[in-house]
C-alpha cells in the first residue's frame, strides 16, 4: 500500500500562498476580481491536479488491467496507486474495499440497486432524513418502487438539525437502511455520524453515509464511524469531475452482485453464463475514469500537504466570520442555524430572489449559488423556493466574505432595501 506521504505542514495557514496554488482565481469576472464561494458545488483545482492528470495522459495514457505493453502497466500502476491513497485517506481496512465510480451519486444508485434492490420487499423501510440531497433521497425512492419498501423520513427541527427523539423512534426492525448526509449541501449542518451510525447499527439496519460534503472539511476515518457504505465525490475536494468512491465494508460488498456488466468485471464470459471478478472490480465494468483517479490522487496529496484538520480550523474561522458580518445586513436570514456547521451560509434577503441575487453578485465577481441546492424538501421545510448560499474552501479569505458583504449591500440598495 502507498502510505500518504508525510506532509510538511506549515507552522501558520498561509491562504496566499494557497490560492497561489490555484490558477483559475487569478482572473477578473466582468472586470473585478474573482471570488469563488460555490465550492459545495464544485471546488477549484489546484496546479499539482492539473499536472498530474496532464502528465497521466503525456506520459502514460493506456487502458489498465489489460495490456502487458509498458504504458498499459504504467497506468495500471497509477490507478491503482490512486486507489491505495483513497484506502490510507479513509483509514479502509483494504483496499478492496475502494470501488471507484463516478461521484456520490452513482455510488448511492449502485448501492440502491445492488444491495437493497434485491434484498428489500414489502414490510422493508429504508430511512433517510429531511436533509438529504436528492442524490440520497431519490435512488431510494426508486428502490422502494421496484420492491414496495417503505420511505421513511426523519423530520430536522427548525434550526436544521437532525430530530434526534424521531430518529429513535422512527429506527425500529423494519429499518433495513438508514442513509444521512455527513454534510447538509444546503444547509452547513454537520450531523452526528459516529452516533446515528451506531444507534442504527444496533438496530440492525444497514448504514450509508453521503460524504460529499464531509471529506473536502474534516478527517474521515470509515473504519472510526463504522459505518457500512460511505460515498463522495473527487470534485468538491479540490479533484476532477467524473469520479468519486464507494467505500464498502468487504464483506459487504462481496455479498452483493455486480451492478452493471461488461469488460473487467468479469472473471469468464460463455453463453452459458458468467462469472464474476474479485472486489473491486466487480464493481468497476468497463474502462474507468483513469486520468481523473490519477487527478483525485494528486488531490488527496495536496489536501494531505496543506492538512485536512488547518484545512478545516481555517473554513471554521472564515464561517464564524462569515456569520458575523452577514447576520448585521438588515434583512438577511439565515436558513439553517445548526450549533455544528462546515463552511456552508445558506440565506435569504427580504425583497430580493436569490436567483437575482446570484446574477447581482456574479456582476461584482463574486460566485455564489442560487437555487433548491437540490434539496427541494429542505427548501419545502423553510417554506423558501430558494435560498442563496456561499460556502468556503481552503483558498478562501476574509476578504472574500467581505466582497461578498459589500455585493449584497450593494444589492440591497437596488432593490430599495432600507436599513
Ligand atoms: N450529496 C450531497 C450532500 C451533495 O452536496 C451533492 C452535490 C451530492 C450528493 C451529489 O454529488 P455529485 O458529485 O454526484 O453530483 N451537491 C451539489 C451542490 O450543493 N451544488 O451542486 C452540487
Partial sequence: MTAIPTPNLPETYDVARVRRDFPILDQRI???PLIYL????TAQKPRAVLEAMDRYYREANANVHRGVHTLSERATALYEG????????LNARAREEIIFVRGTTEAINLVAQSYARPRLGPGDEILITHLEHHSNTVPWQ?????TGAALKVVPITPA???DHAAFGQLLGPRTRIFAVAHVSNALGTVNPVAE???QARAAGAMVLIDGAQGVPHQRVDVQALDCDFYAFSAHKLYGPTGIGVLYGRREVLEAMPPWQGGGDM???VHFAGSTWNDLPYKFEAG???????????AALAYVESLGIERIAAHEAALTAYALERLGAIPGLRFIGTARDRAGVVSFVLDGVHPHDLGTILDHAGVAIRAGHHCAMPVMDFYGVPATARASFACYNTRGDVDALVTALEGARKLFGGRG
Fill in 30 to 32: 466582468h472586470g473585478q
Fill in 38 to 41: 460555490d465550492n459545495a458545488a
Fill in 82 to 89: 490512486a486507489r491505495d491513497h483513497v484506502q490510507a485517506f
Fill in 142 to 146: 426508486m428502490v422502494c418502487e421496484q
Fill in 160 to 162: 436544521g438539525e437532525i
Fill in 196 to 198: 446515528l451510525t451506531a
Fill in 266 to 268: 468479469i472473471r469468464t
Fill in 287 to 297: 474502462t474507468p475514469a483513469i486520468a481523473e483517479a490519477v487527478g483525485l490522487g
